[in-house]
């Protein structure tokens, strides 16, 4: 083979009758690329108690594995704020699910060491490695040397005066990496470059719910990461996208956001009354209380990073665009619709917010992504 494309998308979590329904508009995209990339939001199980301090407790059905599969999934990130919502049974039971449909998991184990452990595939001629990990730690979610959870790559918070001679202003916040995580996930990429072609790093990071805004620690591990051998970054978990950057030529998805996963009141109708959510609407105004889809406008600006491998390395990375309907489904975005623009100038526009230096300009039915 001597090229072909590696598809990127963002959060996955699908609870309904028809779980395929959810995938039916992008399957003819999947089943065109020999790779696809998600980030799997939820456990796979039928089982399992709610661990007390899930925020949300997402469960899906043990069917959505060979739904997955069959929609064009091949590996996934498991590495995320939601893998021990329904335990250590729902946990195991996930990451047996999965195995048995043939995606391939990364980011989470049953000891630190196998959650660290790159996911392998293999298209033709060419090894491609997934390293995933996550930033949003609920208390207990990551793994250790004897215990199952996700692979962590801790953040620290810190709060910086910025008119000292003003007491009680606002402050800066300020943020860096965990420096033993970092230096686990840059040994984990450089064994990862040492046995495959193309190397992809999964995080599961960032503000949730807030327009553009990167934290400080999410350049800081997306550069070391891409120095350590990185061909891409795949950011997830605010639930909408955020901008785009490169560094040394690779390109950074900061968030691909949500992509195709149920509203917040599927996994739990009584979500809305708690005080957990009614902060995390504080977050961002423009939500529909009383709508089947009840996220900001925003949430529905999603795609699929699509990475051209050819002679076994990333030669182009673009961008199809994909719009979020009313049923939580994504659908692509045909050039020339209202879609399809608002998308495009969303992109720039979060983008240019933070500083990254990137050029999004519309090429057919793609957007094309190059450094500035």
């Known amino acids: 083979m001597s090229g072909f494309d590696l598809l990127a998308t963002g959060d996955v979590g699908a609870k309904r009758a ?8 992008v399957r003819p995209l999947f089943s065109a690329a020999p790779a696809v990339f998600g980030q799997l939001e939820t456990v796979v199980t ?19 594995a060979p739904a997955l599969r069959e929609a064009g999934f091949t590996m996934m990130s498991f ?14 039971d996930t990451l047996a699910h999965m195995a048995e449909a043939g995606v391939a998991l990364a980011g989470a184990g049953t000891t630190l060491a196998e959650a660290w452990h790159p996911a392998y595939t293999q298209i033709g001629d060419t090894r491609i490695a997934l390293v995933a990990a996550s930033s949003i730690l609920p208390e207990g979610y990551a793994a250790s040397a004897d215990r199952a959870g996700c692979a962590p790559m801790r953040a620290h918070t810190f ?24 230096a686990r996930l840059i040994d984990a990429i450089r064994a990862a470059r040492a046995a495959a072609d193309i190397v992809l790093v ?6 949730h719910m807030v327009r553009g805004t990167l934290a400080e620690y999410q350049p800081e591990v997306a550069h070391a990461a891409i120095e350590a051998g ?20 690779k390109p950074i998805f900061y968030s691909l956001g949500n992509f195709a996963i149920e509203q917040p009141h599927v996994w739990d109708p009584a979500i809305t009354r708690t005080e957990s959510f009614r902060h995390l609407v504080s977050l961002n105004p423009s ?18 990073a699509r990475l051209r491998i050819e002679d076994r390395k990333l030669a182009s990375v673009d961008f199809l665009p994909c719009w979020i309907g009313d049923d939580s489904a994504p659908r692509p975005a045909a050039p020339g619709t209202p879609e399809f623009e608002r998308i495009l100038s969303y992109l720039i526009e979060v983008t240019q917010a933070e ?3 990137t050029r999004i300009t519309a090429q057919g039915d793609a957007l094309a992504l190059s450094p500035a």
């Open 79 to 92: 590495a995320g704020n939601h893998c021990l919502d329904w335990g250590y049974e729902g946990f195991g």
């Open 46 to 64: 039928d089982r399992g108690a709610m661990a007390p301090n899930a925020r949300l407790a997402m469960r899906t059905p043990s069917a959505l």
């Open 18 to 25: 028809d779980l395929a329904s959810m995938f039916a508009s």
């Open 230 to 249: 990185a061909d891409a970054i795949l950011g997830h978990h605010p639930h909408l996208m955020k901008g785009i950057g490169f560094h040394r030529g």
């Open 159 to 182: 709060y910086e005066q910025i008119e000292h001679d003003q007491p009680g202003t606002p402050a800066r916040i300020r943020s860096h990496a965990d420096r033993s995580d970092l």
């Open 355 to 357: 500083g990254l230096a």
């Open 287 to 304: 939500w529909s209380m009383d709508a089947s889809y009840m996220l900001p406008e925003e949430t529905r600006v999603t795609g699929i």
């Open 202 to 207: 999964s995080l599961h990071w960032g503000i």
